[in-house]
């Protein structure tokens, strides 16, 4: 069974701090995504990767793919209270089929 | 372009009574997938459906829960006697393909059992 390890659960940190966020598995993905969830929405996705060692960038945010595409972590610049939600990650599993392996989620607070 | 539509958005039902939970895909994407949360929990596979077939159900409870997407129509998650225990968001996601890229989630259905 592939799982997703995903730390820390919760985190408050307050405006202009940096983050990480990290999400680890014993497992190998074909790609890994990052969602941000909003108190009763569905979740957005913010980046997919792909590619071991892949790192991409939207804006403040950083992800990157495990060498060995087994982990990944996303990091916030100077976090904003907007920035403030509940983060997924959730990795392709071996079957290919499109069936998405959940992180318990990482839910952050950026206070003004 | 409409995304992902799912209805209702909140569902209250007694313990015992049948749930529905529709899900219209993104136009153009004929792959859905049907996802779980628990207050407090990441989302947990259900099931995934192209037109008409049923391709993984590996995440379904063997009881009372199934799902269709028919050739024509949104596609239906089922829980039949529900229990308390079902209470919880159903989320609904759309691809154009069978990999995970393009996935677009719905707004859910919040499933309240009384």
């Known amino acids: 069974t592939q799982l997703l390890e995903q730390s820390p659960q919760f985190l408050s940190i307050q405006e202009g701090e940096n983050l990480t966020v990290y999400c680890n598995s014993s497992?190998?993905?074909?790609?890994l995504q990052w969602y941000r969830q909003e108190p009763g929405e569905g979740p957005v996705l913010l980046v997919t990767?792909?590619?071991?060692?892949e790192v991409k960038k939207l804006k403040r945010l950083t992800f990157q793919f495990g060498d060995a595409r087994k982990d990944s972590s996303l990091h916030i610049t100077a976090a904003q209270p907007g920035d403030t939600g509940l983060y997924l990650c959730?990795?392709?599993?071996?079957?290919?089929?499109?069936?998405?392996?959940f992180g318990q989620g990482t839910t952050l607070q950026v206070k003004p | 372009n409409a995304g992902v539509m799912q209805n209702p958005r909140h569902l209250v039902r007694r313990r015992g009574q049948e749930a529905r939970l529709r899900c219209s895909p993104m136009?153009?994407?004929?792959?859905v997938y049907w996802y779980r949360q628990l207050p407090e929990e990441g989302l947990k596979f259900m099931v995934y459906?192209?037109?008409?077939?049923?391709?993984?159900e590996s995440g379904m409870p063997k009881e009372r829960f199934s799902a269709e997407f028919p050739k024509e129509g949104p596609s239906i998650l089922r829980i039949q006697q529900v229990v308390r225990g079902d209470s919880a968001a159903y989320f609904c996601?759309?691809?154009?393909?069978?990999?995970?890229?393009?996935?677009?989630f719905g707004s859910g259905t919040r499933l309240t059992v009384v």
């Open positions: 996601a759309s691809s154009p393909s069978d990999r995970a890229y393009g996935y677009t």
């Open positions: 497992s190998v993905f074909s790609s």
């Open positions: 990767v792909v590619t071991g060692g």
């Open positions: 959730a990795g392709e599993g071996s079957s290919n089929t499109g069936k998405l392996i």
């Open positions: 136009k153009g994407h004929s792959h």
């Open positions: 459906l192209q037109k008409e077939n049923i391709i993984d």
